[in-house]
């Protein structure tokens, strides 16, 4: 989680493009894995405000609180926001207002809408919705939870065979010094 940071997305927005005309398992694929390495531009309130260092770099200070807004559908339904780009981002900041920005990767994401509150109470989040104002593609936190136990899924395949293959290099026995 960077802040102030730009981000640019080219290989996701293309992806994206290609699933909105034609909506294959390869298309959904390959947005998914675009998805996972991109990085994304998320508004944030920060109190106190972020304020503007001797070079003129909006520094935060030590202690603030940062939240993340949530796009609110009409019926209630809340969604945490990533924009692909400053362009995308400036879409949306037009119509609402305009915030200082993180650069937040699809694991943060995935950290804020399976956190749970003081209480124990779970995110409200639904899930992402991508360049809302553009796109508007929503990535539901079932589909989030599905590409986590993926992701775990092969890194446990991985760990297994390179388990496999240490056993089979001890089996042959070390090779003596010349």
């Not at 981000?7 to 992806?15: E, K």
């Not at 920060?46 to 304020?51: D, H, K, L, R, T």
């Not at 509150?117 to 995110?123: F, L, R």
Request: proline share 7%.
């Amino acid at each position: 989680m960077e802040f102030n940071k730009s981000v640019s997305n080219p290989m996701l927005v293309g992806c994206i493009q290609l699933m909105k005309a034609e909506d294959t398992p390869e298309h959904r694929s390959m947005f998914v894995e675009e998805l996972v390495k991109a990085s994304f531009q998320a508004p944030a309130i920060i109190e106190p405000a972020p304020v503007q260092d001797a070079e003129g770099k909006l520094m935060i200070a030590s202690g603030s609180r940062v939240q993340f807004p949530m796009l609110v559908t009409k019926d209630g339904k809340k969604f945490f926001m990533g924009f692909t780009d400053p362009v995308e981002y400036r879409k949306w900041a037009e119509k609402d207002k305009e915030l200082p920005c993180f650069a937040l990767k699809f694991d943060d994401y995935v950290n804020m809408l399976f956190r749970k509150d003081a209480q124990g109470n779970d995110c409200p989040a639904l899930g992402i919705v991508i360049n809302p104002v553009g796109e508007n593609v929503v990535v539901p936190k079932a589909m989030v939870a599905g590409i986590m136990a993926a992701r775990s899924g092969q890194l446990q395949q991985m760990m297994a065979k390179r388990a496999a293959s240490g056993k089979a290099s001890e089996k042959s026995g070390p090779e003596e010094a010349k």
